[in-house]
């Protein structure tokens, strides 16, 4: 069976293509077929693909409404096929929700993107009630600045939305885009770094959301 993961945040610069291609990554070093499809226009994940020389992970560009209808006939050889969304274009973000299983939210702790993100969570939430819940969503807070406690307010922003919030996070780390720039992650160039750690923190609170495994929806203060 495939489960498809969208990462979807209609801001620029959410962290989208970060999470996205370091999700796959972690996905495909656990022994999982992974799939990448990048959904944007601009074709970030295809670049990040390019930049390997393709060794990494396969990546197919499908950056069209009818996404969810066209990804029907490539995932069935895949265990996972994570979407990375595209900035802006609603239509982009209707169809990848429809094909999604479960989505991420990457948000960063600050209240403009907060709110930016109510025509998303609205969207969700109107496929989320014709389908019985379908697609699981959360949000994954991106980018914290190091050294800083992650408010309590940022959880509890987030949390009024009515959509969990993953206690794992990534912080502002140059790795990211270092790794990035040669078509790599963290976890393939510093496999023992902070980033790494980071990225597997996630990956394991995402499979735990999926079968079902607690994350609160507030949480008083991560440490970092
Ligand atoms: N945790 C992080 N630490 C440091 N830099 C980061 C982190 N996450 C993302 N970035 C950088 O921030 C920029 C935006 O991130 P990214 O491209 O992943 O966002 P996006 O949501 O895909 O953007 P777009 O909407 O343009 O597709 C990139 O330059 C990326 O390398
Ligand atoms: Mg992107």
């Given at each position: 069976m495939?489960?498809?993961?969208?990462?979807?945040?209609?801001?620029?610069?959410?962290?989208?293509?970060?999470?996205?291609?370091?999700?796959?990554?972690?996905?495909?070093?656990?022994?999982?077929?992974?799939?990448?499809?990048?959904?944007d226009?601009?074709?970030?994940?295809?670049?990040?693909?390019?930049?390997?020389?393709g060794?990494?992970?396969?990546?197919?560009?499908?950056?069209?409404?009818?996404?969810?209808?066209?990804?029907?006939?490539?995932?069935?050889?895949?265990?996972?096929?994570?979407?990375?969304?595209?900035?802006?274009?609603?239509?982009?973000?209707?169809?990848?929700?429809?094909?999604?299983?479960v989505?991420?939210i990457?948000?960063?702790?600050?209240?403009?993107?907060?709110?930016?993100?109510?025509?998303?969570?609205?969207?969700?939430?109107?496929?989320?009630?014709?389908?019985?819940?379908?697609?699981?969503?959360?949000?994954?807070?991106?980018?914290?600045?190091?050294?800083?406690?992650?408010s309590?307010?940022?959880?509890?922003?987030?949390?009024?939305?009515?959509?969990?919030?993953?206690?794992?996070?990534?912080?502002?780390?140059?790795?990211y885009?270092?790794?990035?720039?040669?078509?790599?992650?963290?976890m393939l160039?510093?496999?023992?770094?902070?980033?790494?750690?980071?990225v597997?923190?996630i990956?394991?609170?995402?499979?735990?959301?999926?079968?079902?495994?607690i994350?609160?929806?507030?949480?008083?203060?991560?440490?970092?």
């Open positions: 495939t489960t498809t993961l969208a990462v979807l945040n209609q801001k620029g610069g959410a962290g989208k293509t970060t999470l996205s291609t370091n999700i796959a990554c972690q996905l495909q070093l656990n022994d999982y077929r992974v799939l990448l499809v990048d959904s226009p601009q074709g970030s994940a295809r670049d990040w693909h390019a930049a390997s020389d060794q990494h992970l396969p990546v197919v560009g499908l950056d069209r409404a009818t996404l969810d209808r066209d990804i029907k006939a490539i995932t069935k050889d895949y265990d996972w096929v994570v979407i990375d969304g595209a900035p802006q274009l609603r239509e982009m973000a209707v169809a990848a929700i429809k094909a999604a299983d989505i991420l990457p948000v960063q702790p600050s209240p403009y993107d907060i709110w930016a993100c109510s025509d998303l969570v609205e969207l969700i939430k109107s496929r989320q009630e014709v389908t019985d819940g379908r697609p699981k969503t959360a949000f994954v807070i991106s980018r914290v600045i190091q050294g800083t406690k992650l309590k307010e940022v959880r509890e922003a987030l949390a009024e939305y009515g959509l969990p919030v993953f206690e794992h996070f990534t912080s502002q780390r140059v790795i885009p270092n790794s990035a720039a040669s078509g790599s992650t963290p160039m510093e496999p023992s770094g902070e980033g790494a750690k980071e597997q923190r990956t394991r609170e995402l499979n735990n959301f999926i079968t079902g495994g994350t609160r929806g507030t949480h008083s203060e991560a440490a970092l």
